[in-house]
């Protein structure tokens, strides 16, 4: 995982909002921590699908989420104006790590920076493969050096 107080809203190419909701907010007045992982879920599969073609209800290949991490920099509250920035941090056969960092209003530091990794398997036999070419050359394109 790269040093989240390093990372900046340039670091990425893909940048895309994310609607927050008051659902979100739990009894502490912020938004929860698990539901962080629903908005790098989000702008990661909105990436496959806009920019790789991914089909998740048809492709013959899916992505299992094997790990993921985040690191907390500043809570933040429902309603608020969030980004997401989408990079892959590291590119493999059939494995993808994202990164994906999260910001507020016009913020240019992330509230919160996490990975996750897909390993895209067989829909039927559940093994992993290859990921499929139309969608390692959209991942490319926004591997960080």
Request: overall charge negative; charged content about 20%; hydrophobic content about 35%.
């Amino acid at each position: 995982m790269l040093d989240a107080t390093q990372i900046t809203k340039s670091s990425f190419k893909y940048l895309k909002p994310v609607q927050t909701r008051w659902a979100d907010n739990d009894i502490f007045g912020h938004v929860n921590n698990v539901v962080y992982y629903s908005y790098f879920d989000t702008v990661a599969n909105n990436f496959l699908i806009e920019e790789g073609g991914f089909n998740p209800l048809t492709d013959n290949t899916i992505g299992y989420v094997v790990h993921s991490q985040c690191s907390y920099l500043k809570g933040f509250s429902h309603p608020v104006r969030l980004t997401a920035g989408f990079m892959v941090e590291k590119l493999g056969n059939s494995s993808v790590t994202y990164g994906i960092g999260l910001f507020k209003n016009d913020d240019d530091k992330p509230s919160a920076y996490g990975t996750f990794t897909h390993v895209f398997v067989d829909r039927n036999t559940e093994r992993p493969v290859a990921i499929p070419e139309q969608l390692r050359e959209a991942l490319s394109a926004h591997v960080i050096n």
